[in-house]
């Protein structure tokens, strides 16, 4: 299946066919399914991001100890991996640069 070009922000979670003014973070080169991948780790971000919210409401629940936060950090890992994996050169080495993918 052929890839099309795509442009990520990912601070709004926005995969766009077409350049707008704010949304070429990153580029890749993905087939629809590779899209729909990548939407899926976007929802799941914004899920544990909504979980996050309600959990600092609770005074009890230190930061560091809710689950919440721990799936946010390991689902945006997984969105820099695939944009990495799906990226063009410019985008690899915006996303090496910026070290998010170090252990």
């Known amino acids: 299946m052929e890839r099309s070009q795509y442009y990520i922000n990912i601070g709004t979670r926005e995969i766009s066919l077409n350049h707008d003014a704010n949304n070429d973070d990153f580029i890749i080169y993905a087939t629809p399914e590779e899209v729909t991948a990548l939407r899926e780790v976007f929802d799941e971000i914004a899920q544990s991001d909504v979980r996050s919210f309600y959990r600092a409401h609770i005074p ?39 070290g998010v993918l170090r252990n």
């Open 60 to 98: 009890f629940m230190p930061y560091h100890q809710d689950q919440d936060n721990d799936d946010t950090d390991a689902d945006m890992h997984k969105a820099f991996q695939r944009i990495y994996e799906l990226g063009d050169e410019m985008t690899k080495k915006h996303i090496e640069d910026m």
